[in-house]
C-alpha cells in the first residue's frame, strides 16, 4: 500500500484547506478497509485526527468535530480531509495512514489513527493568529 498526501500549507486562522491522500495498493480488494489521519507538532506526541472505512463510517477526535470532514472518493482511490475554521493548534505535520482493523467478519472496526500499518510521507499544516 502506498499512501500520498498532498494539500497543506499555510493558512491565517479561521481558514480552510483540503488534504489529500491518494492511497494505491491491495487494500481495495479486501472487504474492510481503513483509512485516516493522525497530526504530530514539534515536541508533541502523535495525536490522531480522523477515520474512514470502506463502509463510509466515520470517526473524529473531539478536538476536530465540528469543523473536520473526512471523506473518500472510491473510483479515484482518494481520501481527503476538509478542515475549516482552523486554529493555530492544528499546526501539525499531518500524515494519512491506513489503521489497523480487527473483529469479525461483517464486524469489523478500525483501530486508533497512530496503530497504522502504512502510513504516508506527511503534508505540513501550518495556522497563524
Known amino acids: 500500500v502506498q499512501l500520498v498526501e498532498s494539500g497543506g500549507g499555510s493558512v491565517q486562522a479561521g481558514g480552510s484547506l483540503t488534504l489529500s491522500c491518494l492511497a494505491s495498493?491491495?487494500?481495495?480488494?479486501?472487504?474492510?478497509?481503513?483509512l485516516g489521519w493522525f497530526r504530530q507538532a514539534p515536541g508533541k506526541e502523535r495525536e490522531g485526527v480522523a477515520t474512514?472505512?470502506?463502509?463510509?463510517?466515520?470517526y473524529y477526535a473531539d478536538s476536530v468535530k465540528g469543523r473536520f470532514t473526512v471523506s473518500k472518493d472510491s473510483a479515484n482511490n482518494t481520501m481527503y480531509l476538509q478542515m475549516n475554521s482552523l486554529k493555530p493548534e492544528d499546526t501539525a505535520m499531518y500524515y494519512c495512514?491506513?489503521?489497523?482493523?480487527?473483529?469479525?467478519?461483517?464486524?469489523?472496526?478500525?483501530?486508533?489513527?497512530?496503530?497504522?500499518?502504512?502510513r504516508g510521507q506527511g503534508t505540513q499544516v501550518t495556522v497563524s493568529s
Open positions: 495512514v491506513q489503521p489497523r482493523s480487527s473483529g469479525s467478519f461483517g464486524q469489523r472496526v478500525c483501530h486508533s489513527q497512530t496503530d497504522f500499518v502504512y
Open positions: 474512514i472505512d470502506s463502509l463510509g463510517n466515520t
Open positions: 495498493g491491495y487494500m481495495y480488494t479486501t472487504t474492510f478497509y481503513c
